[in-house]
């Protein structure tokens, strides 16, 4: 989906112009609530891009009876789509690789002191990122953890996802919480084990 709106990152008016034209070359037979529901915008807001679109020819509103419609992109429309969508693809790939840097700038302090053997608490989307962010770096993920059972034994990129308890067995010396969203919860919740192994904890 071209479109998130989050707190920090909404969308622009040509994320929307994109996200409109991308779901257009799939299927334009879409009616405008279909779109508006899709993509998460009023009705209002659908016409309103539409007209926009066919007043810079685009797309073309083309009956097919007296009961259905369909839009469809032009060759200038298609053109316009592939080039947003490569320029939308260069933007996330920066923003993907400056989550990367930041991930190490925040391990920079561990590998600098030779504490390489790490554990990743929270086998989630941030935990793939922090995965990629390592691959060509010194550290050793020597487990991946979750307190959800469910995840326990499943493979994740490799590494089979632990119980939490492992950390009182396996070689490592620090713990980097891969959970955005819970990183205050997961640090009390290691405070006990980082206390007996001498462990560091490590928030992202």
Known sequence: MLLSDGKYIKPSKETRVLAILDSLSQDSALSQYELGRRLKLSGAMVNQYLKLLQEQKLIE???????SYRYVLTSGGEK???QMFSDYSS???RLYTNIKDFIISKLRSLEVRGRKKIALFGASETCEVVLSALRDTGFQVVAVVDNDVDKHGALFHGYV?????????????????TSFGRQDEIHQQLQPVSTRRGLETVRL
């Open 80 to 82: 316009s789509r592939r």
């Open 161 to 177: 996802i632990s119980s939490p308890l492992v950390l009182d067995h396996v070689d490592c010396q620090a713990v980097v919480i």
């Open 61 to 67: 509103y083309r009956p097919v009876n007296g009961k």
């Open 91 to 93: 933007e996330t790939i």
